[in-house]
């Protein structure tokens, strides 16, 4: 990437004339219509007035300034940041969906539908559930779905005490917010010195008012909930049940299942475990799967087969409801199986553990310089709590910013909530062991530095095109569009 | 192992490593999962596919889809996509990084992010957009749970029949996990009756009042004073589109919308059998600070340059878990380059004529079907754009009308009833196309 | 000053007759970032004691802000919307609601300034 600034908005190289698209001159044999004059805008929208090659440019340029998983590592803890394939965005090309309409009739797009069946049971063998909707667009929105599939599950057994749902204190932000939504109350359940799920606390708080645990597992500090199977069975004897946040899968992958391990609803992240680019935040797909028994309050609509094997698009009287217009984002679910079909049945499974390795070499190769609260194996990520030596005053912060002079993108840093200076790691399994080891290198050359000299850490990065944005300027004047950036302050 | 081209680590690789983590098998790092949960067996999933092979599995699959003359809309429109834009989304520094926490290294991101806000507020008319909702009936979602927040203990809705009913299934679920009411209000030949929605109004309570434009049934709606009539109840006004219309149309904020949301697939992106489309929300300033999801702002650093940041994060929920407006986390990302690189491109001008292309092409189109004699206007008194509703002539149903435009390469609309169909035009619709379409339902010359 | 009263939640209540100002202690503004931002009621809503009634944003977190007491918000102070940073110079003066306090008695469960000042020296071990 680059590392002087490209500054320019498109709104700065408009010019009054110019234009980047032609359009057709078809002669209809009726012309537009012309509205009353009251239903129309007064005046013209302020867009760019830009020639293509300018546009072209122009994006070209700013993508410069970005940092993305092909340009370097990427060691986003919590957020899977692994290689998206290229024959992925082929095959989307390749199963001709592009200008195929969500309402067209159904034998027109039998391929289509045939892509979103096999990605379903693709998902639900890896999951170790009975069935999925992909319709969810992020792992947020699925998360969301899973929950109220789990209210429409108690509310359809006339049980309308479980108002409460149980979310572990390490967990991600979205857990509480997306039960929140679904209309539960959030109780927080919390951890033990080591991250995992405080089993006592967890028993005195299961009755029944609780609906669902949710949990992540391995759970946000990178250890695998080895309780689990007595929380499943703590969970379903109090008669709720257990939510699986799929968002830490990837080291699960070729090592068990979420359905083995007692969980009864789930959702996955296919921008992360399944590869699919995050294209600056999206669009992801958090498809959510069920244990058999729950397969008829997933959302509408659904995917069905009929005997002749012959595929529709239907809406069943038992689902919670809605959450999309159509059937989700089509494309990702393309990548998603396209990878799942080149990885196959083998490559899959040595994903998981290739993660997991890859993260506990990082771990081990830094844990002299880092304070790594808890000790032992980790899977995909871990957190270290800062350095080791702070005097000084080198914050999580500051490695991070001086991680990207180093050409590396930061990690997480400041969550999980449970420590301080958590700085979170999660290497992926597809980078290679040089690509660590330049990682490793950097991060105790860091050290070393924020020893040696620790105001030349904190006033990292300075090779990058911009240096210390004035957050709190930008929250305490906010200034959110060309317009108001044109106002005179 | 068998190296995999996605795999770096070779044997030697897998074995020094295990020896820094003081193990001697990968499974070591696993002793920790219970045997019991162990995977007995692999998957049971097919062995991987070589590139070649993969590319012939979808193009096989990619046969089994028919693309058509596309006369479907309910939201989702054909139009064009330049190929500029195609190009420019397949820029790998933007398609593969992660939201921007790290303004330093994304400020590509923050960028485009920030020309799209200005683009949706450009559109709009509003003061404030956010980075994008996933679809045009999950942002409805949110600005119905954003308009409830800011009117605390007021729980009751209106949303008037003639909005989408996509958009309402979501709205009602989305209300039923958040204590929300909803209450319909009727339509009048095709057009909210705004003397129930007074009515409505008189009982108290309402928080908001959603109403659409165009509405679901293409008509666009005069809500001349409609605004002030909401507010005099105390309650804000939402205001449903898909974006493309709004180059033309009297915009939400000239109606006196509160908040505007919708669907902007319109605004050049492929159809892709539903999505990734793109759901925007744009509000008044004085909402701001409701307003889910991401939010880029103007800044300085400390050489003084102008650049971009998340900003207004306290809003979101990795700040305020379940206090959060919102649990929205990733979002529709790259498609808001998707808007602001095609909005660049064609420019108020473009946005225009593709408008009045879409705008001929539907009514040369409805015009010719009615003069078939097999179909009627349902709704011949009220003013349309580009999507329209036709009642279907007795013995012919709906079913024979889409079935048989169907075996003719058409796709006929959607399908309301057992008798009227819902008909949408684009400037990707060609004069032959339109021929065709009509040339099906002429009664046989004999 | 007898007549402030504080919640474990650090919000102060100061009393003037049947009327309060309330905000936050200069403890919790000094546990803040730099306040970006203020969330509250409008003029004649209502709370019971302990409900929350907004919050106070910084940068990168968010308090929520809970009621001493029984009470209808009668003022919200305007300046703070404009000026959210007077909350981190002068929180004792910038108060955030003026409010009726429905049931004076509910002031005998506050801390009084004494044993606020305790409570705080007992946090900060």
């Known amino acids: 990437m680059n590392r002087k600034l490209y500054d320019k908005l498109i709104f700065e190289l408009s010019r009054p004339g110019r234009h980047g698209a032609d359009l057709p001159s078809y002669n209809y044999s009726h012309s537009a219509c012309t509205l009353p004059e009251g239903l129309l805008r007064e005046t013209a929208p302020e867009l760019p007035e830009v020639d293509e090659p300018t546009v072209v440019r122009h994006y070209t340029n700013s993508s410069t300034n970005n940092f993305g998983v092909d340009t370097g590592f990427y060691p986003l803890g919590s957020c899977t940041m692994k290689y998206n394939p290229k024959v992925d965005e082929a095959a989307v090309a390749d199963a001709a969906v592009e200008n195929l309409h969500p309402a067209q009739p159904a034998d027109s797009v039998q391929g289509a539908l045939k892509i979103y069946r096999t990605l379903e049971k693709a998902l639900a063998e890896v999951g170790g559930m009975a069935e999925f909707s992909l319709n969810p667009f992020a792992g947020a929105h699925g998360e969301y779905t899973g929950l109220m599939v789990i209210r429409r599950y108690f509310l359809g057994k006339g049980d309308e005490t479980r108002t409460r749902v149980l979310v572990p204190d390490s967990a991600h932000g979205t857990n509480p917010a997306s039960a929140a939504m679904a209309g539960f109350e959030v109780v927080e359940v919390k951890s033990l010195a080591d991250g995992t799920v405080d089993i006592d606390d967890l028993a005195g708080k299961l009755d029944s008012t609780v609906a669902a645990l949710m949990m992540t597992n391995p759970n946000t500090v990178g250890m695998f909930e080895k309780g689990i199977p007595q929380i499943a069975s703590l969970v379903h004897d109090a008669g709720a049940l257990l939510y699986y946040d799929g968002a830490n899968l990837n080291p699960m992958l070729g090592i068990a299942r979420p359905g083995d391990m007692g969980f009864d609803v789930m959702h996955i992240n296919l921008h992360k475990t399944f590869a699919t680019p995050h294209g600056g935040g999206g669009p992801g797909a958090g498809p959510v799967g069920v244990r058999a028994g729950l397969e008829q309050y997933l959302p509408n609509p659904r995917v069905v087969e009929d005997a002749e094997g012959k595929l529709t698009v239907e809406c069943g009287n038992e689902a919670f409801g809605r959450v999309s217009s159509w059937l989700g984002n089509y494309t990702v679910y393309i990548k998603a199986l396209a990878y799942i079909l080149t990885m196959g049945a083998e490559g899959l499974a040595w994903v998981g553990p290739l993660a997991t390795l890859n993260a506990n070499y990082v771990k081990e190769s830094l844990k002299d310089l880092y304070l790594l609260p808890i000790d032992g194996p980790c899977k995909h990520e871990f957190v270290f709590d800062g350095l080791i030596d702070k005097s000084g005053g080198v914050t999580t912060l500051n490695v991070a910013k001086r991680l990207l002079d180093y050409g590396f993108h930061a990690p997480t840093i400041y969550f999980p909530l449970l420590f301080h200076e958590s700085l979170m790691v999660e290497p992926t399994e597809t980078e290679s062991p040089e690509t660590l080891d330049a990682f490793i290198e950097a991060m105790r050359a860091i050290a070393h530095e924020a020893k040696e000299n620790p105001e030349f850490v904190k006033n990292a990065p300075y090779d990058t095109p911009v240096s210390h944005p004035d957050e709190d300027k930008a929250a305490l004047e906010p200034c959110l569009t060309y317009a108001e950036l044109m106002e005179p302050r | 192992m068998n190296s995999h081209r996605y795999l770096p680590h070779t044997g030697e690789d897998i074995a020094r490593m295990l020896r820094c983590c003081g193990v001697t098998a990968v499974d070591d790092l696993y002793a920790d999962v219970p045997p019991q949960l162990r995977l007995a067996k692999g998957y049971d999933l097919p062995q991987g596919m070589s590139e070649p092979e993969l590319r012939g599995y979808f193009a096989a699959l990619g046969r089994l889809n028919r693309e058509m003359a596309c006369f479907a809309g309910a939201g989702f429109y054909r139009h064009y996509t330049p190929s500029a834009v195609t190009s420019i989304l397949s820029r790998s520094e933007f398609a593969t990084a992660y939201t921007p926490y790290q303004p330093e290294i994304s400020q590509g991101t923050l960028q485009y992010i920030f020309e799209y806000q200005s683009m949706m507020c450009a559109l709009t008319g509003m003061e404030v957009s956010n980075a994008s909702i996933y679809d045009g009936a999950t942002a409805t979602a949110e600005a119905v749970n954003m308009a409830v927040a800011s009117a605390r203990r007021r729980k009751r809705v209106l949303l008037s029949a003639t909005v989408a009913p996509a958009v309402a299934q979501v709205l009602a679920t989305y209300a039923s996990g958040a204590g929300i009411v909803i209450e319909v209000i009727p339509e009048d030949r095709g057009t909210t009756s705004i003397p129930e929605m007074e009515k409505m109004l008189g009982a108290g309570d309402v928080a908001a009042v959603v109403l659409s434009q165009p509405n679901y049934y293409g008509i666009v709606e005069d809500y001349s004073g409609v605004a002030d009539k909401i507010h005099a109840a105390k309650a804000l006004m939402i205001l449903n589109s898909h974006a493309s219309p709004l180059g033309v149309l009297r915009t939400p904020a000239e109606w006196g919308a509160d908040i505007a949301c919708g669907e902007a697939q319109s605004l050049g992106m492929p159809l892709n059998y539903g999505g990734p489309g793109l759901g925007y929300l744009c509000c008044r300033k004085s909402l701001m600070r409701k307003l889910p999801g991401r939010v880029v702002g103007a800044t300085t650093d400390r050489e003084g340059r102008r650049c971009f940041v998340l900003t207004l994060q306290a809003r979101e929920q990795h700040i305020r878990r379940q206090k959060a407006t919102s649990n929205i986390c990733s979002n529709q990302g790259i498609m808001t380059l998707h808007a602001a690189a095609y909005l660049s491109l064609m420019g108020a001008e473009g946005l225009r004529k593709v408008n009045e292309l879409s705008s001929a092409a539907a009514h040369s189109l409805a015009e010719g079907l009615v003069a078939t004699g097999a179909f009627a206007l349902r709704y011949p008194e009220r003013p349309f754009l580009n999507e329209f509703v036709l009642d279907i002539a007795a013995p012919l149903t709906a079913d024979e009308v889409i079935a048989s435009a169907a075996a003719a390469g058409i796709v006929a609309g959607v399908k309301l009833d057992g008798s009227s169909i819902l008909v949408a035009a684009t400037e990707m619709c060609t004069p032959e196309d339109i021929n065709r379409y009509v040339e099906l339902f002429k009664p046989a010359r004999k | ?125």
């Open chain 3, 1 to 125: 000053m007898s007549n402030i009263y504080y919640l474990p939640s650090h919000e102060y209540i100061r009393v003037e007759g049947a009327e309060g100002y309330v905000g936050i202690s200069e403890y919790a503004a000094s546990q803040l970032g730099v306040v970006t931002y203020v969330d509250t009621p409008e003029e004649g809503d209502t709370f019971a004691a302990g409900e929350d009634f907004g919050a106070v944003e910084s940068r990168k977190a968010a308090s929520d802000l809970f009621m001493p007491v029984d009470a209808e918000v009668l003022e919200v102070n305007d300046e703070l919307v404009d000026n959210p940073r007077l909350l981190n110079n002068a929180p004792l003066e910038a108060w955030i609601l003026k409010v009726r306090i429905e049931d004076p008695s509910q002031l005998d469960g506050l801390m009084d300034q004494k044993a606020y000042d305790e409570f705080v020296a007992a946090q900060q071990h």
